[in-house]
């Protein structure tokens, strides 16, 4: 797809076209009806990359098997949250999970442990076997505020996630923006990341950034085109504007006179 506007604006940042592997756009899903859903993507299809359907609210959400289908064709993989993947894991019921995703022509899965104990080498067992089936994103960080990982282990278990065959890493922020690579107030850890792209690479990495200052804040630093994820859908277009300096908040970091 090539990257299409309706009038000419020249010195635009170039974006990468999609299927994207860098400047991706993650869309967190919370149980739009169907409506939405077609509302949404005859809007926001270009720009959006694969869309989440959050923690558990596909076992809840009406219509799901139709849901998925209009994002299907619209190109865009869709995955289930990985709360719920863990709702699977502590009943012993992971090979259920699979037949679940197979049910509904699911091709990507998210693997997290934000809200469950498991060792480093179970999470990276599970990772093995669903990648086999399955394009996998792996969830990096805790859902706890008060739990604080160092950097050395956040990058110890994503090249070791990476390893055991997942397509991208995931660096945790929940829906609020104030966990994981971001502290209570929403700011970023600076240090963490930074320390993060010392040994991964960007493209690998999905940075939950669901907050307009968090975006602004990875876009002066690394660019329009880092991923990022857990946009809500009436952001996505906001996003992109930040994406090309047409907001003030990077209007003067792309334009080039």
Same mark, same amino acid.
């Given at each position: 797809m090539l990257n299409t506007y309706n009038y000419p604006l020249p010195n635009l940042p170039e974006r990468t076209v999609k299927p994207r592997e860098r400047g991706m756009t993650m869309v967190m899903d919370k149980g739009l009806s169907l409506r939405e859903v077609e509302d949404f993507l005859s809007n926001c299809a270009d720009y959006t990359d694969i869309i989440?359907?959050?923690?558990?609210?596909?076992?809840?959400?009406?219509?799901?098997?139709?849901?998925i289908d209009l994002y299907k064709q619209a190109n865009i993989p869709v995955?289930?949250?990985?709360?719920? +993947?863990? $709702?699977?894991?502590?009943?012993?019921?992971?090979?259920?999970?699979?037949? =679940?995703?197979?049910?509904?022509? /699911?091709?990507? $899965?998210?693997? &997290?442990?934000?809200? /469950?104990?498991?060792?480093?080498? @179970?999470?990276?067992?599970? /990772? %093995?076997?669903? %990648?086999?089936?399955?394009?996998?994103?792996?969830?990096?960080? &805790?859902?706890? $505020?008060d739990k604080i990982i160092p950097p050395y282990k956040w990058i110890a278990m994503m090249k070791a996630e990476l390893e055991a065959g997942a397509w991208k890493v995931i660096a945790e922020a929940r829906e609020s923006g104030t966990v994981g690579i971001f502290r209570k107030s929403g700011e970023?850890? %600076?240090?963490?990341? @930074?320390?993060?792209?010392?040994?991964? %690479?960007?493209?690998?990495?999905?940075w939950e950034a669901p907050q307009k200052a968090q975006q602004v804040w990875f876009l002066e630093?690394?660019? &329009?085109?880092? *991923?990022?994820? *857990? /946009? $809500?859908?009436?952001?996505?277009?906001?996003?992109?504007?930040?994406? =090309?300096?047409?907001?003030?908040?990077?209007? *003067? =970091?792309? +334009?080039k006179k």
């Open positions: 989440k359907l959050g923690f558990g609210t596909s076992l809840v959400t009406p219509k799901l098997k139709e849901k995955y289930l949250g990985g709360t719920l +993947f863990e $709702a699977f894991v502590v009943r012993g019921l992971v090979d259920d999970y699979m037949k =679940l995703l197979d049910k509904f022509g /699911i091709t990507h $899965a998210e693997i &997290s442990d934000g809200s /469950i104990e498991i060792s480093e080498e @179970e999470k990276c067992g599970y /990772i %093995s076997k669903l %990648s086999k089936h399955f394009t996998v994103l792996s969830e990096v960080g &805790s859902k706890d $505020a970023v850890r %600076s240090g963490l990341v @930074e320390e993060i792209l010392t040994q991964i %690479s960007q493209e690998r990495i999905l630093l690394y660019g &329009s085109n880092i *991923n990022l994820g *857990n /946009i $809500a859908p009436n952001e996505v277009i906001p996003l992109e504007t930040l994406r =090309l300096g047409l907001r003030g908040d990077t209007f *003067n =970091l792309f +334009f």
